[in-house]
Each structure stands twice: as C-alpha cells, then as structure tokens.
C-alpha cells in the first residue's frame, strides 16, 4: 500500500518519521516523504501521515507526533488494516520514453551534487543552535548569508531532534545555493553538553528536481534507521563515511534507473 508523510520541505520532519515507521510497518506500506505542496497532487497516494495540518490532500490524512507515541501507532494499524480490506487500486498510466529519460537525467543529476561526499566539520562541544548554523553555512557552498538565514528560520519552526539515535538535523529550502548538500557537525571529543553525538545539515535549493528532494530526504531517512550509516557518519573515518555515503548514491542511482 502506498503511504506518504508530509512535512514543509519533504527532506526533514518527513523522513526521519518515513525511518520511524518503516521500523513498525515497513512490511504493510511503501513509504514516500513528501512537501506539503506536491502531496495535494498525488493521486496515487492511499494513506497521508503527517505532524500538522494540511489543506487538500486528496485521501485519508492521519495527524500524528513525530514521537509516535503508542496511541498513535494503535490508530496507524487500525487505519491500515481498513485499507488493505478494500480492492487495490487501479495501475497508473505508463511514462514515455521521453519522461523516463528526463528523469534518468534528473537523477544522475542529483547524484553527481552529492558525489563529493557528506561534509564533516568540526565544532565545539556546546549545543548552540545558532552558532552551530553559523559554522556549517560558512562550510556550504553558496551565498554564506542566506543559507545561515534560511536554516535559522527553519530551526526557529521547531527543532528536528532524534535523541534515541543521537542526532539532531538542521535543514531548510533556500535560495542561497543552485545545489543540494549535506554536511555533519561533530563535536570535539564525541558528543555536545546535550547528549548528542551531532548534527546532520541538509539544504535544497528552492529550484529543485525530484530527484534531489528525494535523495536529500533519503539521506536524512537512512541517517535516521540505519544504525551502521549513522555510526560511520557520527564517529567513524572519513575514509569510512565516504564509502558509506557512495553506497548509498548508488543505490539511489539504481532506484531512479
């Protein structure tokens, strides 16, 4: 069955939910994070999570906590069960050969921005979320400005946290670069006065494809459910992280293909 969370940008609040669920349900629902904006279009779509409200999505919509407390999970169950009682959609309509191709090239496209890797910057042991977007829009590519106003706007909506796992996530849609990037932040000695063991920066560009809105919310989805990623990223070498980060674009690549 096809599900979909829905979140502001599609690579942040979405994603980490999208590897929270797929812990729980990954057997009943092909998962799929999404913006708020191309939700309201996809026809496809059987079931819609997401943590606030949106107007106009096309079926059934759950508001849920990203937590996922236990109530949550009893009323996400009982609205599969429902679901998957009634008959199976009709298929989609065949892409042509000239949209295959376009999105072929969309996602080499995607994949080439993220080739040079996920970039590791060293920071301080104090948790300051200001001073943190600080450090990392001056390692990013693009207007330094922008990008540290658009994350800090973004932060200032509600941090994104997964404490179990150990991280937080700084991200943002912004005019401040043509190219998707991520970046992690990791404190000296292994771990911030909070807890955690630091903090992964993904940034779109506001003139995005598909593609590099999906690969950027993968990123940030397989940081989230994927122990041995994480923990390369987090503590291992960089050697390690690299051949970590390729695997994952090459599954990526694969996919689209």
């Known amino acids: 069955m096809k599900a979909a969370v829905v ?3 599609g690579i942040g609040v979405s994603a980490l939910l999208c590897a929270r669920l797929e812990k729980t349900f990954g057997a009943q629902m092909d998962l799929e994070a999404l913006s708020a904006p191309e939700a309201v279009s996809r026809q496809d779509v059987e079931l819609f999570l997401t943590t606030f409200d949106v107007q106009g999505l096309p079926t059934r919509t759950l508001k849920v906590s990203p937590l996922l407390p236990a109530a949550d999970l009893r009323q996400i169950q009982t609205e599969l069960a429902g679901l998957q009682a009634k008959p199976a959609r009709g298929g989609v309509q065949a892409e042509n050969l000239e949209d ?3 999105q072929v090239e969309e996602t080499a496209r995607a994949v080439r921005m993220l080739q040079t890797g996920i970039v590791r910057i060293p920071t301080g042991t104090v948790y300051d979320p200001a001073v943190l ?9 693009g207007d330094t400005e922008i990008l540290e106003q658009d994350l800090w706007r973004r932060e200032q909506l509600g941090a994104v946290m997964a404490p179990e796992e150990g991280f937080a996530l700084f991200h943002a849609r912004t005019g401040g670069t043509a190219r998707i990037q991520a970046a992690i932040l990791l404190p000296a000695g292994g771990q911030y006065d909070n807890g955690l063991r630091g903090v992964l920066v993904t940034v779109l560009p506001v003139d995005h494809t598909p593609p590099m809105q999906q690969l950027l919310a993968q990123v940030n989805r397989q940081m989230g459910q994927d122990a041995g990623f994480r923990q390369v990223l987090l503590s291992g070498p960089a050697q390690a992280a690299r051949e970590a980060t390729d695997r994952l674009l090459a599954d990526f690549l694969r996919h689209g293909l």
């Open 7 to 9: 979140c502001a940008s």
């Open 100 to 102: 295959l191709l376009v």
């Open 133 to 141: 977007i600080h450090e990392a829009a001056r390692s990013l590519q």
